[in-house]
Structures are given as C-alpha cells and as structure tokens.
C-alpha cells in the first residue's frame, strides 16, 4: 500500500493534536496541584468563617469571609442582571431575525469585539461613569460594570448553543399558530436549556474570577457590605492584596483563597451539569 500525501496530513494533525490536548491537560494539573499544595497548608475552618482582623495583611488574625461573600454577592448579581439582557436578546437574535442575515452577522460582530475588550477597560468605562453620576464605589457599581464584562460573553455562548436549533422545529411551531415569542420561550429554549445553562455557568466563571473590571468600582473592605451602596471585597482582589504582601504567612494565605475560589467555581459547574441533566429530557429530537 502506497503511502499517500493525505494520509500523511492526517497523521501530523492527529499527531499535533494529541501533543497539543497533553500541553493543555498537564498545564491545568500543574496549576491545580500547585494551588492545592501551597494553599491547603495555610486553609482553616477560620480563615473561610471570619472577616479579617485588625492587620489581617500584616500576618494577624482572621479570615476571608467578607471576599467569599462579597464574590458570591458580585458575581451572582452581575450573571442575574446579565441574563436578564442576554438571553432575550440570543433568542431575538435567532428567531425574529433569523431571515436577516447581514444583520446578525453585523450583530454577532460587535459582540465579539466587545468580548475581545480588555476588561481593565469595562473598569475604566464604569469609573468614568460613576464620576459623572457621582456615584461612589460600590456593590452596585460593580455588579452592573461586571453585567457589562459579561453580556457579550454570554450573549454569544448562548448564541452558539441557540444556532444548532433546526430551522425545521421554527417552521413547524409557527405552523401550528405560535407566535415568536411563545416560540423562543417555550421551544428553542427548552431544546437548548443545557447549552444555557453552559453559557450562564461561563459568564458566572469569568465574573467571579476577574479583578480589573472592579478594581476602581466596587472597592474593598474588611466587612460583608448589608447594602448594595456599600463596597465590597472580591477573592480575586483578597489574592491580589495578599500577594503583594512580603510576609510569607500573607502570600500562603493568598494560595488558600486561589482554592477556595476554584471550590467555588467546581460546585457550580456541578450543579449546572445536574440541573441540564434533570432538563435533558425536555429537549426535542429528531
């Protein structure tokens, strides 16, 4: 048998491929197992259930409750507020302007270009604001600058998962007399709730984990803001700060937090796969 250039291509990609998947996989494992080995030392039940103490960063007592809280309070807000604007305008996108062509393109375009903005920049933009207005760093302020880091985001990961719809299932349902709106809420999404799910699940991943956005917006403090005109600390922000510190026992601390915030993120991932699972059945086939 002859050894043909096509088969050769075939090879190298496969080749290039699975160099490639180990590159990433043992990049991941290094990263967690290192996190894990300098930040489970310096883990205790007080450091996740107290706020800190006077000279927390200097090596004293405390924890880092006030972060945990802030995060979920932050990140938790800025995906609600996200999803109230994206998910009505990915399903608009994809059954009332499915025939316009040029114009989704156009839209899905600016998305994407809004997704590739640094995020120090949706800080910056947020502050500028917050001048104009007067408003002073806050909870608010940040979760609506962290809305608008993730709306494209998530507008397009929804976008994706709304596009293997078949144009065949929008056909039918509007031949049995529904309108398009009964048809995106009560179809397509109840055929892409898992592909959803995903979308919100990243959104929430990437708000929870980014600092530049709300470095001049929701602020830092030691306390659990009670308002939403209150700062608030972030775990990303508490890792920040603690790194920068050059006392050893505050730069352990700081790995301790890196775990706590990527528990954090494997239990929603969890409880998106268990919620698309228990949805999985509503989806269409055919």
């Known amino acids: 048998m002859k050894w043909k250039p096509k088969n050769a291509e075939e090879g190298f990609f496969r ?11 043992v990049a991941l494992l ?22 800190p103490a006077g000279g927390f960063y200097f090596g004293r007592e405390g924890g880092i409750l006030n972060a945990i809280v802030g995060s979920l309070y932050l990140a938790g807000g800025a995906t609600l507020l996200a999803t109230l604007i994206g998910l009505p305008l990915a399903l608009y996108i994809n059954v009332h302007l499915v025939c316009h062509k040029r114009l989704v393109n156009g839209i899905r375009f ?25 408003i002073r760093v806050s909870l ?3 979760i609506i600058t962290v809305a608008l880091l993730i709306v494209p985001i998530m507008v397009r990961a929804m976008d994706e998962a709304l596009k293997v719809v078949p144009h065949g299932l929008l056909e039918s349902s509007l031949s049995l007399g529904s309108t398009r709106a009964e048809t995106a809420y009560r179809v397509f999404f109840r055929q892409c709730l898992p592909g959803l799910s995903t979308a919100v699940l990243l959104s929430f991943g990437r708000a929870i984990g ?8 929701a ?19 508490a890792i920040f700060f603690q790194l920068s510190s050059p006392i050893p026992q505050v730069q352990e601390r700081a790995y301790a937090s890196a775990v706590v915030l990527v528990f954090i993120i494997l239990v929603v991932s969890i409880l998106a796969r268990i919620m698309s699972n228990r949805y999985q059945k509503n989806k269409i086939n055919f």
């Open 110 to 134: 600016v998305l994407d270009l809004l997704w590739g903005i640094p995020s120090i920049v949706y800080g910056a933009f947020g502050f500028a604001i917050m001048s104009y207005f007067g």
């Open 15 to 25: 080749v290039l491929m699975f160099f490639s998947t180990v590159i990433i996989v």
């Open 210 to 217: 980014d600092a530049a956005s709300i470095l001049f917006t």
């Open 219 to 237: 602020g830092f403090t030691d306390y659990i803001p009670t308002s939403l005109n209150q700062p608030t600390a972030t775990l990303p922000l």
């Open 140 to 142: 608010l302020a940040g």
């Open 30 to 51: 290094m990263i967690i197992i290192s996190i894990l080995y300098k930040g489970l030392p310096a883990l205790s039940w007080a450091m996740i259930s107290q706020v």
